[in-house]
């Protein structure tokens, strides 16, 4: 089955600078990658998402780059902001429904 | 996308008894729901696939005594966890797709279970 690994598990970087957060995933037939947040004590929620058809995807602050080659994809954050700081989680859905994730990465943005 | 609803939001019980957790498709009829468990600082694992009108499909390792899953309806799935010991104190969450080959994962708001 698929096995997603996810980096660093956590993450802290100054108010305004980038962070990357990187995922692997092991099945070639994954065709589909989200990412989740997660705030303290809250349910994920869906930040952005990528299709393997796909190489990159932007959403304001946020991108996500996808090397269906080398298996791992990346998620990007641009001009972070405190508000940024959460668990991040990025997962690799495998068949129709079943979904794997990663670790997650705990990020933590500094005023 | 959809609307989840789970309840209760936090339960503590004692050791041997057995807790219901409710999830609910608000907006729409979900012929599929998931159920994941994470304990602190982990990983969301997905403990099994509740299928309307049939059984639940369990992932390996996780007991389908121990976790009993309904799913009665097209908008309700319980999830009952029976005998309750400390070490099944986690964070449940369920989760909706929508329809078949559908994309997103949308998650319940959660349930904290505490076990003394």
């Known amino acids: 089955g698929e096995n997603v690994e996810q980096h660093p598990s956590t993450l802290s970087v100054q108010e305004g600078d980038s962070a990357v957060i990187k995922c692997t995933y092991s099945?070639?037939?994954?065709?589909?990658f989200p990412w989740y947040k997660q705030e303290l004590g809250k349910r994920p929620q869906l930040i952005i998402d990528i299709r393997s058809n796909v190489g990159e995807k932007k959403d304001q602050r946020i991108a996500v780059t996808l090397n269906k080659t080398a298996k791992h994809f990346s998620l990007h954050i641009t001009e972070t902001q405190p508000e940024d700081s959460a668990v991040y989680f990025c997962?690799?859905?495998?068949?129709?429904?079943?979904?794997?994730f990663g670790t997650g990465t705990r990020l933590k943005v500094l005023a | 996308g959809a609307v989840v609803s789970q309840h209760p939001s936090w339960v503590i019980c004692k050791s041997g008894t057995s807790v219901k957790i409710e999830c609910r498709s608000l907006d729409f009829q979900a012929t599929t729901m998931f159920w994941y468990r994470q304990f602190p600082k982990q990983s969301l694992m997905l403990m099994a696939t509740s299928n309307e009108g049939s059984k639940a499909t369990y992932e390996q390792g996780v007991e389908k005594d121990k976790f009993l899953i309904n799913h009665a309806s097209l908008t309700l799935s319980t999830l009952t966890v029976t005998s309750a010991h400390p070490e099944d104190s986690s964070f449940y969450i369920c989760?909706?797709?929508?329809?078949?080959?559908?994309?997103?994962?949308?998650f319940g708001a959660g349930s904290r279970l505490t076990v003394l």
């Open positions: 099945d070639s037939a994954s065709n589909y």
């Open positions: 989760s909706v797709t929508q329809g078949a080959g559908a994309n997103v994962l949308t």
């Open positions: 997962a690799a859905r495998e068949g129709t429904y079943k979904y794997i």
